[in-house]
């Protein structure tokens, strides 16, 4: 053993507790850990999206204000 003292990870408090029941808090655990680094960036909305915020010229000509209320 090093000079360092080791905390342990997961202990064992239940006197009671079968190797089963102690090798399934195991693999929860260590499912729930190895994610693989961060998680996934979630996608952006499109309400929030900055390009909603840049202003689109207007068509213009015959109908043009019937089609300045469609989305783009």
């Known amino acids: 053993m090093?000079?360092?003292q080791e905390t342990p990870i997961l202990r064992v408090v239940n006197a009671d507790a079968t190797a089963e029941e102690i090798a399934a808090l195991v693999?929860?655990?260590s499912a729930l850990?190895?994610?693989g680094?961060?998680?996934p960036e979630?996608?952006?909305s499109t309400w929030s999206h900055p390009a909603r915020?840049?202003?689109r010229?207007?068509?213009h000509g015959p109908g043009a204000w019937r089609a300045s209320g469609l989305p783009g």
Do not use: L, Q
């Open 2 to 4: 090093t000079d360092e």
């Open 27 to 29: 693999a929860v655990f």
């Open 33 to 35: 850990g190895s994610a």
């Open 37 to 39: 680094g961060e998680a």
């Open 42 to 44: 979630r996608p952006r």
């Open 53 to 55: 915020g840049v202003r």
């Open 57 to 59: 010229t207007h068509r």
